[in-house]
């Protein structure tokens, strides 16, 4: 159980290195399946993308078709999301805070590592209760999150191998991973949560699991895999309201 939880990504320097981020390694396989698993669960084109970060979320769910509006709690990621797409629309709220959002509005909120770091259970069910509220009835929440198999392996786009520690962590304690990728190879600080406390979360939360998707890679896929076609880095929830 942790406390002092900070958001590393309300940082500007982070920002600056995340907004050069596209879809390489590690993250194409984030990506990869989600096209396909939104056109199968969610009808209608309105989504709200929670934790955009730069925006690259926001823009992939753009291309898709779906009109966007992208959301978070760290103005200097919004604020790079803002220069690479000076069309979109990106808000800043405060945490847990959807008071700006007309309830049942959307068809889909995607949240894409965002639930990485939300730290505690308490916080987790203020933030999808709150997401519930904002879909339509029929809509769907896309919730993807790092596998807690992550944290203690290497992949094509991380490291955690100077992380030990990350081996014992349980639901709610403090993890750290490299981004191999970007200039800024400061350790990541998420939190881990496991396949058992998302169920519990949902349930507390007023959502129902449609589907749970744990993609793994492809030999033939032009990346230098390490793990990812044995484990699965990422796990993607499909999530409806309990009472729709
Ligand atoms: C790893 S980034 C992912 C950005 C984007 N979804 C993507 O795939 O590129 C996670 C983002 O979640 C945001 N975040 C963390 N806690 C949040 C919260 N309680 N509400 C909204 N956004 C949050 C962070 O500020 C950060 O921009």
């Not at 939880?5 to 399946?33: H, Q």
């Not at 009835?137 to 786009?157: C, D, F, K």
């Amino acid at each position: 159980m942790i406390l002092d939880f900070f958001n590393v990504y309300e940082d500007s320097k982070r920002a600056e290195a995340y907004a050069k981020l596209e879809f390489p390694g590690t993250y194409y396989l984030a990506y990869r399946d989600l096209p396909k698993i939104i056109f199968k669960h969610v009808k209608g084109r309105t989504a709200l993308d929670f934790g955009c970060g730069t925006g690259r979320s926001s823009r992939f769910l753009q291309k898709l078709g779906f009109s966007t509006v992208g959301v978070d709690i760290s103005a200097d990621m919004l604020e790079k999301a803002r220069e690479l797409d000076s069309k979109g629309d990106y808000r800043l709220i405060k945490d847990g805070d959807f008071s700006q959002f007309e309830d049942q509005a959307y068809d889909l909120v995607l949240s894409v590592f965002t639930f990485d770091n939300i730290p505690t259970m308490k916080k987790k069910v203020v933030n999808f209760r709150g997401l519930g509220r904002l879909l339509k009835n029929e809509g769907r929440i896309v919730n993807l999150v790092s596998s807690p198999e992550i944290y203690t392996h290497e992949w094509a786009s991380f490291s955690t191998k100077d992380f030990p520690k990350n081996k014992h962590a349980k639901s709610g304690d403090k993890v750290r991973i490299i981004q191999t990728d970007i200039e800024d190879k400061r350790p990541v600080e998420d939190v881990v949560w496991t396949d058992e406390y998302y169920r519990e979360t949902y349930k507390k939360a007023g959502l129902k699991l449609v589907k749970t998707y744990k993609p793994l890679a492809k030999r033939s896929e032009p990346y230098k895999w390490v793990n990812e076609t044995r484990i699965a880095p990422w796990v993607i929830y499909v999530l409806k309201k309990e009472k729709s």
